[in-house]
């Protein structure tokens, strides 16, 4: 998917160390504890990546409750403020719900 520039894709496992990277500068505290590369080796079926211009811009882990299978969570940060960061979520939704 491409909205503004945005290229969504499916993630891999192999995107986390570049997840990792910027994780906690973009949320100003740490945060690379509460994301652990087990989530990309397990969850990247229901995750996706957006890149801008070739640089990671924003990225959703997606993953199913199986507590309450009628629920998905995901984390993203994206380009804030800039009305990229709702194509992930809409785009995320539909990997996150197939596999419920």
Avoid: C, N
């Avoid at 957006?50 to 990225?59: I, N």
């Avoid at 997606?62 to 507590?67: C, D, L, N, T």
């Avoid at 969570?73 to 979520?89: D, E, F, Q």
């Amino acid at each position: 998917m491409e909205d503004r520039g945005l290229i969504v894709r499916a993630a891999r496992p192999a995107d986390y160390d570049t997840i990792i990277a910027v994780v906690d500068g973009w949320w100003g505290r740490a945060m690379s504890a509460g994301l652990p590369r087990l989530f990309l080796d397990h969850f990247f079926g229901t995750s996706l990546i957006a890149e801008h211009d070739g640089e990671l811009a924003g990225f959703l882990i997606g993953f199913g409750s199986p507590s309450k299978p009628e629920e998905a969570g995901g984390s993203l940060h994206s380009l804030r403020r800039s009305g990229t960061s709702v194509a992930p979520y809409r785009t995320g939704a539909q990997p996150v719900r197939a596999v419920l």
